[in-house]
T-cell receptor, first 113, second 113 residues
Framework: EAQVTQNPRYLITVTGKKLTVTCSQNMNHEYMSWYRQDPGLGLRQIYYSMNVEVTDKGDVPEGYKVSRKEKRNFPLILESPSPNQTSLYFC????????????FGQGTRLTVV | DQQVKQNSPSLSVQEGRISILNCDYTNSMFDYFLWYKKYPAEGPTFLISISSIKDKNEDGRFTVFLNKSAKHLSLHIVPSQPGDSAVYFCAASYGGSQGNLIFGKGTKLSVKP
């Protein structure tokens, strides 16, 4: 089954404790991206990758890091999480430029206290 | 400045009637427009798209109309079904060499039996 898998689905952490949210896709897509969803703000892009070792900033990259060492994986790293990073995070992958017909993971709900 | 706007946070329609969800955009460089549907506790799923060179695209009960001069697109669902109740996100893409998919804030559709 074609899918994007994120882990964990839920996470509560404390301010400043480094964490990683993993994302893996099994569709051999070149394009991957991270979004956060906040009430009243919709989905905002954090980072995206157009191929292995090629990443770029989206609209809200501050406080986040990503890496793309393998085609299937695109982890999101919060080096020093803060409460304003409490959000619902989605990973997406797409076979096309512009993220047309992107497939999304089920989401990771992160709470930073 | 918000480039993709969905000005109606919610919409309620009766089963069997038409649902019309609206979206406005400001950037004339967008060359693809997409609609995604999101159920609670799930990631968004791709619904339908339209290229900027077209003014209409149809897929079963779903039709998207694009008015480039007005920078406006709409999603029509006919007939509406209770299972269509979800949040609908309008999104726009530069296609090309960009990796950005810009989302609106979403419209929550409720279809009443």
């Amino acid at each position: 089954e074609a899918q994007v898998t994120q882990n964990p689905r839920y996470l509560i952490t404390v301010t400043g404790k480094k964490l990683t949210v993993t994302c893996s896709q099994n569709m051999n897509h070149e394009y991957m991206s991270w979004y956060r969803q906040d009430p009243g703000l919709g989905l905002r892009q954090i980072y995206y990758s157009m191929n292995v070792e090629v990443t770029d900033k989206g609209d809200v990259p501050e406080g986040y890091k990503v890496s793309r060492k393998e085609k299937r994986n695109f982890p999101l790293i919060l080096e020093s999480p803060s409460p304003n990073q409490t959000s619902l995070y989605f990973c997406a992958s797409s076979p096309t430029q512009g993220f047309l017909k992107a497939f999304f993971g089920q989401g990771t709900r992160l709470t930073v206290v | 400045d918000q480039q993709v706007k969905q000005n109606s946070p919610s919409l309620s329609v009766q089963e069997g009637r038409i649902s019309i969800l609206n979206c406005d955009y400001t950037n004339s460089m967008f060359d693809y427009f997409l609609w995604y549907k999101k159920y609670p506790a799930e990631g968004p799923t791709f619904l339908i798209s339209i290229s900027s060179i077209k003014d209409k695209n149809e897929d079963g009960r779903f039709t998207v109309f694009l008015n480039k001069s007005a920078k406006h697109l709409s999603l029509h669902i006919v007939p509406s079904q209770p299972g269509d109740s979800a949040v609908y996100f309008c999104a726009a893409s530069y296609g090309g060499s960009q990796g950005n998919l810009i989302f609106g804030k979403g419209t929550k559709l409720s279809v009443k039996p």
